[in-house]
């Protein structure tokens, strides 16, 4: 473990002014200023898998490719237009990589593509479209991986699966690692953690109710706390009994990560407000992968100056040269 000294100045230490700067705030107009050029050359593309479950997703090729390419996975009830995508979108197109940012189903403008909801065990969807990437957009190059958050815990399963052999390099950026562990912190921290959540949730389950009203979201609809959300979503749109039975199915801790096919970079904060950082400590060494861990940072911020630029950005790049 690699503790790395992330040193943002005094108005940038606090752990819940960098998490809500991830995404809000001005710095999803400055992330979307600096990504104009991703933006407006994107192409839309939409990956249909095997088991005809489709992805949508926007693909960037930078005209001077020369260092490959990296797909991008947004955290839950984020997006391919979420603030930290588009700013690691932008550095890393200016350092030469081809972009290609992936929507999980249900997420961003792509509740249509698919009936049955998005849930976290969708994983071979979602590695096989990162693959489907490579073989289509890679140009022969090297593909490289990152995810935040709960994107961050789909990179490093998608790792250690099949769909990983490909990959030159896979970092996680504030995984997801325990997420029993994981709803317990966010029940019992600042409520507007929760109820941000809640509120995306549920904002999400209405626009999948009024596309499929055949589904009978109402249960979910009706439901006020994350607890609640999730004691009526597992059994009924997920395989398994019960949310704790749900949540352990795609924990990366203990050994979960024992077939890797390739290297793979952890980062996270030791103040991060949503998720616990002692959860590194429950999964099983492994060489394969490094673990950098930051006193400050919060939740998939990393925000280095009052121009809200990002220390991950850089450290992209570096881990995938």
Not at 121 to 149: I, N, P, Q, T, Y
Not at 214 to 235: C, I, K, Q, V
Request: proline share 5%; glycine share 8%; hydrophobic share 35%.
């Amino acid at each position: 473990m690699v503790m790395n000294d992330f040193n943002p100045p005094p108005y940038l230490r606090n752990g819940h002014v960098q998490s809500l700067l991830a995404s809000a705030g001005p710095r999803k107009f400055i992330a979307r200023r600096l990504a104009k050029k991703v933006l407006t050359t994107a192409e839309e593309h939409i990956f249909t898998t095997s088991e005809g479950s489709k992805l949508l997703s926007y693909y960037t090729q930078n005209p001077n490719q020369t260092r490959g390419l990296v797909t991008l996975i947004h955290g839950w009830e984020g997006s391919s237009s979420s603030s930290y995508i588009l700013s690691a979108a932008a550095h890393l197109y200016e350092c030469g990589f081809s972009i290609l940012r992936l929507n999980m189903r249900d997420h961003g403008p792509s509740h249509h593509l698919n009936r049955e909801l998005f849930h976290s065990c969708r994983l071979d969807e979602v590695g096989e479209s990162v693959a489907m990437a490579g073989e289509l957009f890679g140009g022969g190059g090297k593909c490289f991986l990152a995810g935040f958050s709960l994107g961050g815990n789909f990179a490093l399963r998608i790792a250690a699966s099949e769909w990983g052999e490909g990959l030159a390099h896979v970092v996680a950026v504030s995984p997801v690692v325990d997420p029993n562990r994981a709803m317990k912190s966010m029940n019992e921290g600042p409520v507007i953690y929760s109820a941000y959540f809640v509120h995306k949730w549920k904002r999400s389950l209405r626009k999948k109710a009024s596309l499929y009203p055949d589904l009978n979201l109402e249960g979910g609809l009706s439901g006020r706390t994350l607890d609640e959300l999730n004691a009526y979503f597992a059994p009924q749109h997920t395989p398994f009994p019960d949310a704790p039975t749900y949540f352990n199915a795609y924990a990366v801790t203990g050994s979960a990560l024992s077939k890797l096919r390739t290297g793979c970079t952890i980062i996270m904060s030791e103040d991060d407000p949503v998720l616990p950082t002692d959860d590194l400590e429950r999964m099983d060494k492994n060489e394969k992968i490094q673990i950098i861990r930051t006193r400050h940072g919060g939740h998939c911020g990393f925000i280095s100056s009052i121009k809200l630029n990002s220390w991950v950005d850089e450290r992209l790049e570096e881990l995938f040269s």
